[in-house]
């Protein structure tokens, strides 16, 4: 080991960002070395573009960090722009499909809206910031509860995470009478409607700076902070390869993507956090094949609505003075004018989904004019259900040496399916759906179900296991079985069936990785001496 520890840190998202974070803290001597493929979006690195005023800046912020199919960004970088064909599924802002449709696209038939972000912050730079914490089964049952919740009270703070956001919304307090009146006796105690979590920091005027992996980095993306020495992040920097030699991780491959230089970079620790398709596909084109690879994926199925919220039924709680300075509120952040956040947790054995409810001033698609909802006063609430997709190995991304993807990697082929236990949950959610929202107003929209792949939330394709019994691809600690040094990190190790936001969980499962990776270097440097 070298007298300064290396770590490599594949991906600059909230995950990478985590690791860097912990390591850069707690190993005196390191130096973190950040690669990033997709380029730096804002001035402070990945910071959330969410918090971008100007609508022109934020819209090539986004569109910066939509790969291959940025035409802008790649005709930039030489390469021609992907093919988008008319008729398929779009992607979020900010995001591209793995099934983009042009040379060189995956294949997710069966999984078609699956996306991923390409930018420094990865996701991170574009999600909602919700951040409820994992209950009952969702939990990882080998992690020991009273560590568990140290671990998540660490990934909290690194996150910024407000568990009451917006709970002075008289509005926002209003929505959760109803929803409380309409399930009351049905939820057990500590698990009733309450506020949602959500990660950033309230500003002084009642508007939200949104977290992104900048507070995570924290003082390593401050100028005028030590820490800041001993970390780099380098963008448009794709990493090709992660090298082993005698079993163990012995650096990254880079390849520079404005001078298509390639180099190798040393490490003593690798950590890959690269999103759940594109981490394991890295190790597979690293030849780190594990049984479990890129299997059991899962995310939380999606059934979603929007109701115009009734002067009647929120009247009994909330008065037109109350509007008034919600409106108000709304109005000094016209660009992201978010207010209230409302949530109704998975509890077992009788909710086994998670209730996300967001209230907006207008609903997330064009209402004709016409329509009698249309310019509702009282504004509009978007709602959805998460629920339980069961991990099963015959889910998952599978890689095909033979052909390669847009990047030359091996080409990811998704294969997914909802089964009867699926689908008989999503018929319970459907129903609980129709009566929240007509407890609070007037369906706009019928409950649906979303797409496979639109939670933006997948999981399972790296996950931890016990034991290397070829269900798992990383230990307890994340680190890859059968080879040192070599750490996953991000939504994929995941291994529970999960129906809510997980990226607050995959933090803390990254703190715990990164505490093993700092006690490792310093058993490594003790050996030295
Ligand atoms: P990412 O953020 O995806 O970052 C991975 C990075 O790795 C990417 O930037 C990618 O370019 C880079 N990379 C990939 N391959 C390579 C390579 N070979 N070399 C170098 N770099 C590479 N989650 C929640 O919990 N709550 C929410 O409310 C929520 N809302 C969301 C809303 C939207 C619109 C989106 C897009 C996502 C949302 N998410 C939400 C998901 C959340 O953003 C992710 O869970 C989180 O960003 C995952 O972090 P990560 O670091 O594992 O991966």
């Not at 919220?309 to 660009?335: H, M, Q, W, Y």
Request: net charge negative.
């Amino acid at each position: 080991m070298s007298q300064h520890p290396i770590i490599a840190i594949v991906g600059s998202g909230p995950i990478g960002s985590a690791y860097a974070r912990l390591l850069v803290e707690e190993v005196p001597d390191a130096r973190v070395v950040m690669f990033e493929a997709g380029p730096q979006v804002t001035p402070v690195p990945g910071a959330s573009v969410r918090n971008i005023i100007d609508p022109d800046e934020k819209e090539r912020a986004r569109e910066m960090s939509q790969g291959p199919q940025a035409g802008a960004l790649r005709e930039s970088l030489g390469i021609p722009a992907g093919v988008v064909v008319e008729g398929m599924f779009t992607a979020r802002q900010g995001t591209h499909l793995i099934d983009f449709g042009g040379e060189g696209s995956g294949h997710a038939p069966t999984f078609a809206a699956a996306a991923a972000s390409t930018n420094v912050g990865g996701m991170g730079a574009h999600w909602t910031c919700a951040t409820p914490s994992p209950s009952f089964s969702e939990k990882i049952p080998f992690i020991p509860d009273d560590e568990w919740d140290e671990l998540l009270e660490t990934a909290k703070s690194l996150l910024h995470v407000q568990d009451a956001a917006f709970a002075d919304s008289a509005v926002g307090e209003g929505i959760r009478a109803l929803l409380a009146e309409e399930f009351a006796g049905e939820l057990p105690d500590g698990y009733g409607v309450s506020t949602l979590p959500v990660a950033g920091d309230p500003q002084p005027d009642g508007s939200m700076r949104w977290a992104g992996a900048d507070v995570v980095l924290g003082p390593l993306v401050d100028p005028s902070s030590p820490l800041s020495e001993r970390f780099e992040l380098h963008d448009l920097s794709l990493v090709r390869r992660v090298e082993v030699a005698d079993g163990r991780a012995t650096g990254v491959t880079v390849q520079d993507l404005r001078t298509h230089e390639t180099r190798f970079v040393p490490a003593d620790v690798v950590v890959v956090a690269a999103d759940a398709f594109r981490t394991p596909q890295l190790l597979w084109a690293s030849g780190i094949r594990p049984r479990a690879l890129g299997h059991y994926l899962t995310e939380h199925p999606v059934v979603i609505t929007t109701v115009a919220v009734d002067a009647d039924k929120i009247g009994r709680f909330a008065t037109e003075e109350d509007l008034d300075a919600e409106i108000a509120r709304r109005s000094v952040n016209p660009a992201d004018p978010v207010a209230a956040v409302n949530r109704i947790p998975f509890s077992e054995p009788g909710h086994p989904f998670s209730l996300q409810v967001m209230y907006a001033e207008n609903p997330p698609f064009q209402l004709d004019p016409s329509h009698p909802a249309s310019g509702n006063r009282w504004g509009y609430v978007n709602m959805g259900y998460g629920m339980r997709k069961r991990p099963r190995f015959e889910d998952g991304v599978t890689f095909d040496d033979a052909e390669p993807d847009y990047r030359g990697f091996p080409n990811m082929t998704i294969q997914y399916e909802l089964t009867d236990a699926e689908n008989a949950e999503s018929a319970a959610a459907t129903e609980r759906l129709r009566r929240a929202g007509g407890a609070i107003g007037t369906f706009i929209a019928e409950p649906r179900l979303l797409p496979n792949g639109s939670s933006l939330h997948y999981m399972g394709t790296t996950r931890i296991g016990e034991s290397d019994d070829g269900t798992s691809v990383a230990d307890p600690w994340s680190r890859v079985w059968g080879v040192g040094s070599l750490f996953v990190g991000g939504n994929g190790v995941i291994p529970t069936a999960n129906t809510m936001n997980p990226t607050l969980m995959s933090i803390a499962v990254a703190v715990r990785g990164a505490r093993k990776a700092a006690a490792e270097l310093a058993q490594l440097a003790t050996a030295a001496r």
